[in-house]
């Protein structure tokens, strides 16, 4: 698979939303007449106009031909992104990382987040749906509450649409009568994703738990290393 080379670019924050308590979610499209190009599972370095401090950010969305250059962000509250509201600029230097999706040829896919390490596997997980095909999605969600799922009404829908994908969402710190899965991704690999033979998998979040998972997966079960594919948030 051939990279699209980085390259300097400015874009627009055409919407946000809120997509956590700590985590706004942020639509913005590429200015001038080369849009941006990435291949899902990239990521951005992304700073404030005239700001040479960029930050990563892994690209939340696949692209979409019909709205060429449009991109999503998972943006954590408290950085240097807060002060940009629609309409204002950004500059925008990418796509980087080799972080994308291998050709299935008919396996199961597994994939693992932790909080904004959901970015890049929400993209990975459109570009999946949109390559059709009846192998089993299996995608593990955590965040510390409930409130912290990232799209998790969106990921639920899918499902509806999608009978093939699976959604569950974990979290490590429950309130008020959470009934789902809890504690860390780590613990439900066994049950979930174990019985996928020769599934790909890919891991994406805080080092330790990315750590801990390849750990799992590949050490303690036998998963073979060149199927796992993993991320750093």
């Not at 639509?27 to 960029?54: F, H, I, M, N, S």
């Not at 509250?77 to 008919?106: E, H, I, N, T």
Request: hydrophobic letters at 40%; a negative charge; charged letters at 20%.
């Amino acid at each position: 698979m051939t990279l699209p080379e980085p390259r300097q670019v400015r874009a627009e924050l055409v919407a946000q939303a809120t997509l956590s308590p700590r985590v706004r979610g942020l639509v913005l499209a590429t200015l001038g007449p080369k849009p941006l190009e990435w291949v899902p599972g990239q990521y951005v370095e992304v700073a404030p106009v005239g700001d040479e401090r960029r930050t990563p950010f892994s690209i939340a969305s696949m692209p979409d031909p019909a709205r060429p250059g449009l991109f999503e962000l998972a943006v954590l509250r408290g950085g240097a992104l807060d002060d940009v509201v629609v309409g204002g600029a950004v500059d925008v230097l990418g796509p980087k990382g080799s972080f994308v999706r291998r050709d299935p040829a008919g396996h199961p896919e597994v994939f693992i987040a932790t909080g904004t390490g959901l970015a890049p596997i929400r993209a990975l997980l459109q570009q999946a749906l949109e390559a059709g095909g009846s192998a089993p999605l299996l995608l593990l969600s955590g965040a510390r509450t409930e409130p912290e799922l990232l799209w998790r009404a969106e990921l639920e829908m899918l499902c509806k649409a999608h009978p093939r994908l699976r959604y569950e969402p974990i979290v490590s710190q429950p309130q008020n009568g959470w009934s789902g899965r809890t504690g860390r991704v780590q613990a439900h690999l066994a049950e979930l994703v174990f019985p996928l033979t020769g599934a790909n998998i890919y891991v994406c979040g805080v080092g330790e738990m990315v750590v801990e998972c390849v750990d799992q997966l590949v050490t303690e079960h036998g998963v073979p290393g060149d199927r796992v594919f993993t991320e750093k948030h």
